[in-house]
């Protein structure tokens, strides 16, 4: 039996995806052979990547003048790919630090240039999004960094800063898809495949093409968006497999009527749970209200000893991987895409009953 799962990443895919993936596993379409055992130089295997990125500029709308790649190394190795990128005159960037991820993402840019942080939520538990203006940004950094959705904490920016001339850049690994953006606000925009794209293994980068070409000598040819745009992301065997899923993906997406729809579900489905939790007695949600995430929701009892109750008793009912972040503690619910309202309805009944329990 499926359990509801509610796991920050990797996270719940459509079962409609695994079931025609499992259809379609031994022998993809008359290629008389799995995905798995085609050639990425193949003719089946071309049209299957080509296809994956035709569908995801379809659904977000990519502009012409930027490119769509699909690589490894998860969103960490972003980490280091978009300084050793994109310092390119000044070499300073401005970075936000909401949460962990973005402050390993800072760190790491500071092993390749000046690193400035703008404003900081560190000493709140990164409980909020600070608030910038455009006198806040340096008109002289290469980039401006933020990480769009934190998903530890709970926060995401709901408005993105106005950077000006200066490229935007956001890690959107837990919120891609889950609402429309316009990409034409974004210098680079980067997500981790294992939450709203498909299984690990994958990196989606979208990047301007005015920012190509920038690598110094010295940077390994992996880690030159360049060299991987020219290759159209295949300058080494990519991780074929994990794109198709991709595919399979953004067509359920577009079956579902778009991100459009999905925003609009997405929207009622983080409204159930923090509407719940507003007027609960028992539980607390612990980001700022204006800053509160769509993707990942996260709450407290007060009480350890009754977080940890509450996660095994959710367990047990079917409701799995409730856990807060180890760093944080209390818990999290991860509502991505493919999670079902129902599971977000069947989790607030369950909640309840646990405070008229408790
Ligand atoms: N950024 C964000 C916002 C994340 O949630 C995560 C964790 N999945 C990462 C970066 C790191 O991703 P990866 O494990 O793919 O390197």
Redo the contacts with the bound molecule.
Sequence with gaps: MRVFNFS??PGVLPLEVLEKAQKELVEYGTSGMSVMEMSHRSKPYEAIIGETEARLRKLMDIPDNYSVLFLQ???????AMVPLNLFRKSNTADYMET?Q?AS??LKEAKKFGEVRVVASSKADTYSYIPKITKEDVNPEADYFYI??????YGTKFNVFPDTGDVPLVA????CILSEKVDVSQFGLIFA????NLGP?GV?LVIIRNDLLGFAKENVPTMLDYKVMVENDSMYNTPPTYGIYMLKLMFEWIEAKGGVEVLEKINREKAALLYDFLDQSKLFKGTAVKEDRSMMNVTFVTGDADLDAKFVKEATAAGFVNLKGHRSVGGMRASIYNAMPVEGIQKLVEFMKKFEAEN
């Design positions: 920050a990443g190394g998860g969103a960490s190795l972003q980490f949460g991820f390993k993402a990480c769009a959705n934190n998903t530890i890690d959107m690994s837990s981790g495949a294992q939450k690990a990196t």
